[in-house]
């Protein structure tokens, strides 16, 4: 089965389209040892076929160790653990959103807009004069997924087939 990515960029700050907020969601930081960095993906992606869904310890302990820098956020909704964020900065410096999702129940609960707008305002703000972020998406992913990153001023730089 083919499946298309599609990666999508800002190239400035101003070019969020945000949600209206959420009140009780919000985006804290993790841990790099925080057993949520493993659980979170893990149950984000099962539905889409993650390979982060499928991971052994071991395998989580070769990810931290090969992206030592990569950073984590938990997003939470009144208080429980919804979703994920985690950023690889790269060079330039950019900031790439290496996951983002909510776990399947806090789905279709109207969260993923401001969920991405406070995703995406922290990329910007994870190192001083971050000049772009970026992120990619699957056509096996959330059907939301890609409609959500349009409405939140990400364009389209690249699609490939796999």
Request: glycine letters at 8%; proline letters at 11%; charged letters at 25%.
């Amino acid at each position: 089965m083919t499946t298309t990515v599609t990666y999508l960029e800002m190239t400035a700050p101003d070019q969020l389209s945000p949600a209206p907020e959420v009140p009780g969601l919000t985006l804290e930081p993790l841990s790099p040892d925080s057993p949520l960095v493993q659980e979170l993906p893990a149950r984000v992606g099962a539905p889409f076929g993650w390979t982060s869904a499928r991971r052994t310890p071991e395998q989580w302990a070769e990810i931290r160790a090969q992206y030592p820098d990569r950073r984590h956020w938990v997003l939470s909704f009144e208080g429980e653990p919804a979703g994920i964020v985690a950023y690889d900065l790269h060079p330039g410096p950019e900031a790439e959103i290496k996951t983002f999702g909510l776990v399947p129940e806090f789905t279709g609960r109207r969260l993923g807009g401001y969920a991405l707008t406070l995703g995406l305002r922290r990329g910007w703000d994870l190192v001083p004069g971050v000049t772009r972020v970026w992120l990619h998406t699957a056509s096996s992913d959330h059907p939301n997924a890609l409609p959500n990153y349009r409405r939140r001023g990400l364009r389209v730089f690249r699609t490939e087939e796999r």
